[in-house]
């Protein structure tokens, strides 16, 4: 249970390093962990007309990280992310995009824009 309990921690953490980071890019947050039964998005930010889903990933190492993110992973994300864009009043004027950011100790984030496409 400590074991679980520590990388829950681990993780929130590196969720406020990367809405900080995403912040100091000039991206409005929207929402964390935003959850749809049709799957959960770390972190939902906006810049412009522009709305992105970013999956965070902590890992040791960035290959490591890049790797974590599963094809059905990115699925699930993408259908609650067309969700998300639905309910937004001005849904028809946004765009999309699937972004992740990669997390490792001791280093700057990596943020992957446009990770991968649906």
């Known amino acids: ?6 990388r829950h921690s681990r993780g929130r953490a590196g969720e406020t390093r990367a ?3 995403l912040r100091l890019q000039g991206y409005r ?16 930010a906006r810049r412009g007309r522009l709305v992105i889903a970013v999956e965070v990933k902590w890992r040791d190492s960035f290959a490591q990280a890049a790797e974590a993110v599963q094809a059905a992973q990115r ?10 864009l639905g309910q937004q009043a ?7 995009r699937f972004d992740a ?9 990596r943020h992957i824009r446009d990770a991968w496409r649906i």
Request: aromatic share 10%.
């Open 1 to 6: 249970m400590a074991a679980r309990t520590d």
């Open 19 to 21: 809405v900080w980071w």
């Open 29 to 44: 947050i929207l929402a964390r962990n935003w959850r749809h039964p049709l799957g959960e998005i770390d972190i939902l």
């Open 75 to 84: 699925h699930r994300i993408a259908q609650a992310a067309a969700v998300f």
């Open 90 to 96: 001005d849904a028809a004027t946004l765009s999309l």
């Open 101 to 109: 950011m990669l997390l490792v100790p001791g280093r700057w984030p």
